[in-house]
């Protein structure tokens, strides 16, 4: 079975003529700071949207966001593309910062999950076709959500990544700096830790397996 | 740090006016300049009138703390034992 997410993309995909214009922004941003406009007009909304994701409150995404570009800016000189695209590492920038906040803050991480996600996780994890009648209630999307919580930081971040912001298995590799392949496998493994929880019974269990 | 997921019926996403509310790319530039270039160009002391400037004051505090020890120790009060 294939595992395919059904979230919206959040990060826009680019067209080879495109990332080769992106690259020639790059150069230009790392002599003068001005030259970085047309990449913060193209990543800014997706960046945003990533964060506000994980911090629901607006006015903190905003500063979250902005703090993003400005050590995606000061960091500039020592990226390199080497197979890594920009959008990618803007990601990983965004998703340090949000742990970064947390760990600052120590306050309780929420997130919340649209219930097509939610129920398209579980069709995956329950290895369901998608023509499956039974039905997927109230009930389980909280099982679900309760099983996500239980889960390592590690695991819920590959899960987040792939069904809840939409992306490819080589793209939650660039973002977690881990091959296509260890993103599949590891994205495989927590599913079937999602599996053994969501099973009839399985909610007397103690503990989720790790990796 | 645990992590608490929420299934709702709909993500409420803001729309485009109000993520270009957050959207200012001079106040991004301005802090990167702010983060990155010092406040001067070149040090203080390879600035000639910066340096005089720094030498006088530097020269004005050691001539108050020479005139200080100069002065005689005021008298000593005796302290009154009020117990």
Known sequence: ?211 | MSKHYRIVDHVAAPSDAEIARYRDFGKLVYNYERMTKPLYKRPLYKDPKAFIAILVIVLVAILIAEMKEKEPPPDKVPVENTK
């Open chain 1, 1 to 211: 079975m294939t595992v395919t997410s059904t979230a919206p993309r959040i990060l826009p995909v680019l067209l080879p003529a495109e990332i080769a214009q992106e690259e020639s922004w790059i150069a230009a941003a790392r002599r003068d700071p001005q030259a970085f406009a047309p990449l913060y007009e193209r990543y800014h909304k997706p960046i945003f949207l990533f964060v506000l994701k994980r911090v629901q409150d607006r006015d903190l995404c905003g500063d979250l966001t902005a703090q993003v570009f400005l050590k995606s800016m000061a960091a500039l000189p020592k990226y390199e593309g080497r197979g890594l695209p920009f959008k990618a590492w803007l990601y990983r920038i965004a998703l340090n910062e949000v742990l970064m906040h947390f760990r600052r803050n120590k306050g309780k991480q929420f997130m919340d999950v649209a219930e097509p996600q939610a129920a398209a996780l579980i069709t995956y994890a329950a290895e369901r076709d998608e023509d499956d009648d039974r039905s997927i209630d109230k009930e389980l999307m909280e099982r679900l959500a309760r099983a996500l919580g239980k889960l390592l930081p590690a695991q819920t971040m590959l899960i987040e990544l792939r069904f809840f912001d939409g992306l490819s298995f080589l793209e939650v590799g660039q973002v977690l700096g881990i091959a296509e392949a260890a993103a599949k496998m590891r994205t495989h493994r927590v599913l079937g830790t999602l599996r053994e929880y969501l099973a009839p019974g399985a909610g007397s269990r103690k503990s989720m397996g790790t990796e």
